[in-house]
Every structure is written in C-alpha cells, then in structure tokens.
C-alpha cells in the first residue's frame, strides 16, 4: 500500500483519519508527498463532492517507482504516449482532464448516426491524433490501476469492484464541456433484492439521453458482453446484469465487428473463464431502445486483466500465482502490428523489467526489434518463446532495498478499515486548490 506524508504525518488510504487528514491539507492548501521516494514526491489533493483523492502532478508519474500505485510506464512501453500532449488535458487547478476523442457524444435531431464498422484503429496519426473508443476504454483501465497486480492491494476482483474503479476514472474526465459520468453506463452488479432500484437508476439514466431540441445525446456503455444474438431484424447485444434491455445492431454492423474481432470472439467462446469488454456509443430509438453506433472489444483473463492471447493469460496465472507485482501496458490506439511487452515486472528495483512472448519461431525484423529496444530503452529485458509450455521462465523476485527514513516521519498511523469511498461517484465538477 502507497505510504503518503501528509502535514507531516505518515498515512495510507486503509487509515482511519486518512479522509480527514486530507481535508485539513487541502483548506491548509499543502501538497501530500508520495514516500515510494524516501525524498518524498509532490502530489496533489482533488476533492469531488465530500471526497478527497490525492493525484499526481502533471508529467511526474515515471518519478515514481514502479512498485508505487501511482507509477505510470515510461513512453516507450506503453501506448499511451501518442495521445498525452494532443488528446488528454490535465488541469491542475480543477482535478478536470480534458479528452479529445474521436467519437462524438451528440448528433443533430434527424441526422443519421455516423455508420459503424467494428474496426479497431491501424493507424494513428503523427499530429491533433484523437482517443479511439478502444483508446477511451484503455484510458479508463489504466487510470483506474486495473491493469496492474500488486499482492497488497490485489483480492479477487468482480464486476462490482471493477465498476467501481471505471467509475472513479469517469468522474474527472470532461469532452467538449460534457462530463463523461453523464453520458457513460456501466451497469450496477444485479441484486435480486435491489432489482427495483436498480431498475429506477437505469431508466433515469435514460432519461437523459432524450432528444431535445437542439442535440440527441449520445450514451457510451461500457460493459460485459453476455451473448450476441438474433432480433427480429437485425443483431441484438446482450450485457451482463442488464438482461432486459438488449442494444441493437445492424446486421452489417455484427459482420464487420465478427470480422475485425475474429480472433478475439474465438478466444472468449473457448474459454469461459475469460471476460469480453465491450465499449459502444448508442443512440435511442423514437422507442427508447438502445442501438448501437460503433464498438470495441476488449478480452481479460479471470481476475479482469486484459490479455491478447491465451498465452499472455498464461502468463498472467503465473505471475499471480508468484505473488509477483507488474503491469499489462495497453495499446490504446497502437494498432496490433506493433511490438509491445505482454506484461512489465514492478518488483525488479528502481527500474522496469518488460516481458515479451514471442512465436515459436521469431522472424529476424521481430528479434532485430527486440536488440533495438533494448539498446535504445536500457531496460534489461525478458523474451520467451510461446512454445506451448506451461511454465514460463520468469526473472526472480529481486529483493527491494529499505527505505531510508524521510524528515516528515512525526507520527505513523496504524491501518484501520477501508475509509468510505463511494460506489456511485457523484458528477460534480472537482475543486482543486492552485
């Protein structure tokens, strides 16, 4: 767990007076330093509603270390790098970032949704590049840590605690002026006892999204898919814990996301302990039904990682199994012809240590790249061959150095229960002091 100096006081989220402590901070207008660096890194407090969150500043996250829940990849290991300056906008003052992307949220009454074809994005551009939905959907895994495993933070994750985490991600993320908390679904994790409730807090959310007269607004749901089947004129999607409200598709629309996806539907179908994500803007028919614009299609292995493969779920179990701390990096709108790392090791030191799975047998431009990587990073690197075997050789547990104390050490607080952090996040626009 991520240790924080606050005023002086040693902390961390599972202490009691944690909420408390950083709402003394945040009116004494006082940066809580990061201890995963005995100097201490600076940090920021965001509040949104009656809750305080520590963030990190603009641009400091590869100061971190990488056992640190804040650290963030370096450029060259993760797909997110193409994107920070022309498509994500930090703002220190508000706690707000701001997204470009390349769907839009709303479309003029009458006007014909733009036409979806399933595809992912091949390309991206050198200038003004803008988030894909794929993009949109990494962004919000990786901004939530759900990409990462780390023993002390990690239990056994279901869609309630991943909901969770995607929603605390939306809530400081605006496009266009619009607050994505107000456009974006994820369902609620269906309890019989709650089914009316849940029922009331999804038709409001609707609701919303009725035409007016200027804009029809645009929803993004971000879900699990449960089945893929017939309606009576074209497709209908069906997502887990909203198993009566289908979203429509065309059938030109399934074609073409069967075909982009081929690889991805196979390994879901084949292997039922793997989770398909979907994420798809949706419009609302004169009737009210939900149908679909355009989608993307993410796989995870059991505990919601994402994964390309069922040898990197492989090595996921593993390195779970290990108890070992890394990081599954994202392409965001790196499309599949590049060459990324299946999983990045955190426990290694002060530095990253990438995984890379290859073919049995590696062309020469594939092992011509690795020797280029890891000439121009100088990271010291792990390439195994995916020849079928269960086991995959694995660099050891490389013993972590102790801390040398930091001057702000005055008083530790003991860990108390989890502090109250709510399931609902509320859409109220963050404060931040300058």
């Known amino acids: 767990m991520t240790e924080f100096c ?17 709402a003394n901070a945040y009116k004494n207008k006082q940066r809580p330093l990061c201890l995963c660096n005995p100097k201490g890194i600076p940090m920021y407090i965001s509040k949104l509603g009656d809750h305080y969150i520590v963030k990190r500043m603009p641009n400091s996250a590869v100061s971190h270390n990488p056992s640190c829940a804040i650290y963030e990849l370096p450029p060259e290991l993760t797909g997110l790098t ?21 769907f839009s949220l709303t479309k003029k009454p009458g006007k014909a949704p733009p036409e979806s074809n399933g595809t992912e994005v091949t390309t991206v551009k050198a200038q003004n590049s803008k988030m894909s939905l794929r993009a949109f959907l990494h962004y919000l895994y990786d901004s939530s840590g759900l990409n990462k495993f780390t023993q002390k933070e990690f239990s056994r994750r279901n869609w309630s605690t991943v909901r969770r985490a995607l929603l605390e991600s939306a809530a400081k993320l605006v496009s266009k ?24 807090r999804l038709n409001k959310y609707f609701s919303k999204l009725s035409i007016d007269s200027d804009e029809v607004k645009i929803g993004i749901l971000v879900g699990e898919v449960k089945s893929f089947s017939e309606a009576r004129i074209g497709k209908k999607l069906i997502v887990k814990h909203l198993p009566n409200d289908p979203f429509f598709m065309e059938d030109k629309t399934y074609k073409n ?29 004169a009737s009210k039904a939900p149908h679909v614009i355009e989608m993307s299609l993410m796989l995870s292995e059991e505990n919601w990682i994402p994964i390309e493969s069922t040898a990197e779920a492989r090595l996921c179990t593993q390195l779970i199994g290990q108890n070992r701390h890394f990081i599954k990096p994202l392409r965001f709108n790196v499309p599949r012809s590049n060459f990324m790392p ?9 530095i990253p240590h990438p995984i890379y799975l290859l073919p ?38 490389q013993e972590q150095k102790p801390d040398s104390k930091t001057s702000c050490q005055t008083k530790v607080l003991t860990s108390g229960p989890e502090a109250t952090s709510t399931s609902v996040v509320e859409s109220e626009q963050a404060e931040m002091f300058t």
Not at 177 to 197: N, S
Not at 264 to 271: F, G, Y
């Open 6 to 22: 606050i005023e002086g006081v040693v902390t961390e989220k599972t202490s009691p007076d944690y909420q408390a402590l950083l």
């Open 82 to 102: 193409p994107l920070k300056e022309s498509a994500i906008s930090e703002d220190e003052a508000t706690g707000i970032t701001t997204l470009r992307l390349e």
């Open 177 to 200: 002026q619009i607050p994505i908390l107000d456009r974006i679904l994820i369902p609620e994790m269906f309890k019989l006892d709650d089914k009316e409730k849940i029922a009331t």
């Open 257 to 285: 996301v069967a075909k982009h996806f081929d690889e991805v539907l196979s390994l879901w179908n084949e292997n039922e302990r793997y989770h398909l994500m979907i994420i798809s803007t949706f419009y609302l028919s």
């Open 342 to 350: 299946s999983a990045i090791l955190t426990d290694m030191g002060d």
């Open 360 to 397: 049995p047998e590696p062309s020469e431009n594939i092992l011509e790249q690795l020797e280029s990587i890891e000439a121009s990073s100088g990271y010291e690197i792990t390439a195994i061959q995916t020849d079928g075997s269960d086991v995959f050789s694995i660099p050891e547990l």
